[in-house]
């Protein structure tokens, strides 16, 4: 299972490109199998690139904090 304290300094680091445009993620779930299950809030919640903000960029970010993670999903 993933550390969730690094998984939440990997979220910190990425907070601020989100809440500079309105919006910001929440850690919801990390399961056992190294999927990090998030909720992107505020203006990322209904942005239609959100799904692309989610893979492009808190996945690809989250990855160089914590190599072993699968995947990030929304929920």
């Keep these: 299972m993933l550390d969730k304290l690094k ?3 990997g ?3 990425i907070r601020p ?3 500079r445009d309105g919006g910001d993620v929440e850690l919801i779930e990390i ?3 190294n999927i990090v299950k ?3 809030v505020g ?3 209904t942005c239609p690139m959100s799904m692309m903000t989610l ?3 808190v996945e690809r970010e989250l990855k160089k904090v ?3 993670l699968k995947a990030v999903e929304a929920v």
Excluded: I
């Design 7 to 9: 998984v939440e300094e």
């Design 17 to 19: 490109f989100l809440q």
């Design 55 to 57: 893979k492009g960029g």
């Design 11 to 13: 979220l910190s680091q």
């Design 43 to 45: 203006a990322c919640g």
């Design 38 to 40: 998030v909720k992107l």
């Design 31 to 33: 399961t056992d199998d």
């Design 66 to 68: 914590v190599p072993e």
